[in-house]
């Protein structure tokens, strides 16, 4: 049968009061054909996670309904893969309750770090494909990284950054940092060995389901949205994540750690949900922006300028190069298709402000 996960939003309960729920929910479930494994509880976030098998979702939403009188927020269908790759494979149960191995509850948060890297190179004349593919020594090291904290990377069609998952903030934030100072070490070795690359990371802090989108969905695309605006180097992060964080001597000691704050992430949810939703739009800019966010244009240009470290204009200008570096990298679209998908309507333009971005001409680039 389907695998289904569904979030409940229960305010002020025990984990005594989940227990009970999850009990009822066994004693009804054999009548819709549903089977409840287990439950993730979050008590400071007053959400409760449940996975479960059955026929279809409207099985699994009757069986509570019945046993608890609960009405699911969303169900979703969750591919076995992924849910090893984010829950774990080797979960501790105590009466469906999932737990640590060290016995705490296991609040179903997961941390998502996102690493973008790009060579760096000042050709202006042909450019073989390879050139725009993810550096192959960097990333590997950074794979070797991820592994070596116990995170996983995220197998998912059409990322072209490194994205991996992890149980514990502190092991995230110590493999972000290693991998910052194993970077920040080789771009300066005079040698063979020397990374001539850019690269910067976001890292998130997300629970399976919310009340839209689909599995940990939104927490990946926090995480890619910080490492597009984190400047070189650095690795961003939200004001949650230091909460979560017991290491806190490693924030302090960081280098390149910035965090934000929970307005400036509010900020940023609203200005990339309106930039994403409009970059392939010709006439989108800046007056258009400011109007949709509901600031004036000087305001605008400092809350996009202290979050971004770019102004509205440039910041608009590298969402769509970026997206048109996402869509090369496909290799699936020749330039003029590209240049219309990321709102360029003149396809010389859109060469000569990628070549200003990446110093690559992409009418040169082998696809």
Known sequence: MPLYMDIHFVGELSVEDTRRAHLADLAVQEKYGVVYHQYWFNEEAGTV????????????????????????C??????GG?????????????????RHENGKIDTGYRYILTLDILAKTNSSGFIDFDQLKLP??????????????????????GFDHVIAVFESPEKILQCAYMIQKEFLNKRTKPDANQYNISFNMGISVGQPLTEKGGFFEKAMQISQRMCLIARDSEILTSHLFEKLCSTKE??????????????EQTFLDSLMDITESRFSDFAFGVEYLS????????QL????????????????????????????????YNISEIAL??????????????????????SKIAI
């Open 49 to 72: 996670y449940c996975l479960m098998e059955g026929p279809d979702k409207e099985s699994c939403a009757a069986t509570h309904r019945e046993a608890n009188g609960f009405t699911a």
């Open 74 to 79: 969303q169900i979703v269908e969750v591919e």
């Open 82 to 98: 992924m849910y090893d790759m984010f829950m774990g494979e080797n979960q501790q149960v105590d009466h469906g309750l999932v």
């Open 136 to 157: 192959k020594g960097p990333k590997n090291k950074a794979l070797q990284l991820i592994s070596t904290f116990e995170g996983k990377e995220v197998r998912t069609g």
């Open 250 to 263: 490693i924030i302090k000691k960081s280098i390149g750690l910035r965090i934000m704050s929970p307005s």
């Open 291 to 298: 109007k949709e966010i509901g600031i004036s244009r000087p």
């Open 301 to 332: 240009y400092r809350k996009v300028t202290a979050i971004t470290g770019r102004s509205p204009v440039n910041f608009i200008r590298d969402i769509r190069l970026n997206k048109a570096l996402s869509l090369i990298r496909e290799n699936r």
């Open 341 to 362: 998908e990321v709102g360029y309507h003149n396809p010389s333009y859109f060469a000569k402000c990628f070549h200003e971005k990446f110093r690559i001409n992409p």
